[in-house]
């Protein structure tokens, strides 16, 4: 157990919806990052917040958003849900934004859109 | 921009056995990171190993070690008297030492089976 939650574990729904995806970092990490993992485009980076402020942007699309709140959790919101955007959504947390800190990977998200 | 190569899709090694797994990257960076992570058949990613690129010395942990060849843009993963756990995906990944975040630049993985 890394100390990184996720809810919900598993999310079904239909193309042109909106989900919210939840992220409690370990206690006392300041530093949030969410990845994607599909079949077709492997892991790939999507964003990072570091004690509430965005630090740095990947491949995220313009249908999807993030942000960290005061309590340090994090939420993805992913919108106008296409079929491509099933994947496992990982979310991991560092004590601070810097390279020296490990990540810390949650169990995922596990997204199906039909 | 940087880009992680794991050109062994899947790999197989009998159990107590050593097996080398290979990651190649290109960057323009000087001061960065490097690492391998495990994904189990749990999802979970659970950190292996990590190496400075500023350190010559290669990272060891218990039975896991790199050699990392930095000229080469080199990063292998030796595991050493393979168990059966081991069983699982293997991800190199990248991360530059920026000022811009510290995101993590993964390779596509290779799948290693463990036999009996």
């Known amino acids: 157990d890394s100390g990184v939650t996720q809810t919900p574990k598993h999310l079904i729904t239909a193309t042109g919806q909106r989900v919210t995806l939840r992220c409690s970092p370990r206690s006392g990490d300041l530093s949030v990052y969410w990845y994607q993992q599909s079949l077709d485009q492997g892991l790939q980076f999507l964003i990072q917040?570091?004690?509430?402020?965005?630090?740095a942007k990947g491949n995220i699309l313009e249908r999807f958003s993030a942000q960290q709140f005061p309590d340090l959790h994090s939420e993805l919101n992913l919108s106008s849900l296409e079929l491509g955007d099933s994947a496992l959504y990982f979310c991991?947390?560092?004590?601070?934004?810097?390279?020296?800190?490990?990540?810390?990977f949650g169990p995922g998200t596990r997204l199906t859109v039909l | 921009a940087q880009t992680v190569t794991q050109s062994q899709p899947e790999m197989s090694v009998q159990e107590a056995e050593t097996v080398t797994l290979s990651c190649t990257y290109d960057?323009?960076?000087?001061?960065?990171?490097l690492f391998w992570y495990k994904q189990p058949p749990s999802r979970q990613m659970i950190l292996v190993i990590r190496?400075?690129?500023?350190?010559?010395q290669n990272a060891t942990e218990n039975r896991f070690s790199v050699n990392f060849q930095k000229a080469a843009k080199s990063f292998s993963l030796k595991i050493s008297d393979s168990q059966l756990g081991d069983t699982a995906m293997y991800f190199c990944a990248f991360m530059a030492n920026s000022n811009s975040g510290y995101a993590l630049n993964f390779g596509k993985g290779t799948s290693l089976l463990v036999t009996p």
């Open positions: 960057t323009s960076e000087s001061n960065y990171y």
């Open positions: 190496q400075e690129a500023y350190k010559q």
């Open positions: 917040y570091y004690n509430g402020e965005e630090r």
């Open positions: 991991a947390s560092s004590v601070q934004g810097s390279s020296y800190n490990e990540q810390f």
